[in-house]
C-alpha cells in the first residue's frame, strides 16, 4: 500500500513552497508542496510539517512563520532547502529573494496527522514579486507550465 500511496500522490501537481521559522539568531528554511489556502476571512493557509523536521521546533516556539512561492528556475533554492546544499542559495529576511510571492504569517494551531504536523497560519502581511511561472513538481520531478499565447 505504501508504494502505491506514493506513486499515486505523485501524480498530484504542486506548486513548491519554501516554508522558514527564525527565533532569534537561529533561523532554518525546508522545501514544502504539502501547502494549502484554507480561509479567506481570517486569512489562513495550512502546511504539512514531518514531525522530524527540524524547522517544526522552531516555527512553534517562534509562533511565526514564512512562506516563499517559487519561481520557475528556482529549482536549486528547492533542492537545498529540502536538504541537499547549493552554492549562493539562502534567505534574506526569512524569505526567497525572487519568490512569486511570500506570505508572513503567525501560527494559529498545529495538529498531530500521522508522522506530520498540520500547521495553519494566520496571514499577517503579504508580498508580491513579480509575476511569473510557478515552480511545479509531479511525477516525482520539477515540470514546467506551457502558457497559452
Known amino acids: 500500500m505504501t508504494e502505491a500511496f506514493k506513486e499515486a500522490l505523485s501524480r498530484f501537481a504542486t506548486g513548491v513552497t519554501v516554508v522558514s521559522a527564525r527565533l532569534g539568531e537561529e533561523e532554518r528554511g525546508m522545501t514544502a508542496t504539502a501547502f494549502m489556502s ?3 476571512e481570517p486569512p489562513l493557509v495550512a502546511l504539512g510539517i514531518h514531525e522530524k523536521a527540524r524547522l517544526l521546533p522552531l516555527l512553534e516556539a517562534s509562533r511565526a512563520f514564512t512562506v516563499s512561492f517559487l519561481r520557475e528556475g528556482q529549482e536549486a533554492v528547492s533542492q537545498h532547502f529540502a536538504g541537499r546544499p547549493q552554492e549562493g542559495v539562502g534567505l534574506v529576511d526569512g524569505r526567497v529573494p525572487g519568490a512569486l510571492a511570500v506570505l508572513r504569517c503567525r501560527l494559529e494551531a498545529a495538529y498531530p ?15 508580491l514579486g513579480e509575476l511569473g511561472l510557478p515552480l511545479v513538481y ?7 507550465l506551457v502558457w497559452p499565447s
Open 38 to 40: 484554507l480561509s479567506l
Open 113 to 127: 496527522g500521522g508522522d506530520h504536523r498540520l500547521v495553519v497560519g494566520r496571514v499577517e502581511a503579504v508580498e
Open 138 to 144: 509531479f511525477g516525482r520531478g520539477y515540470r514546467r
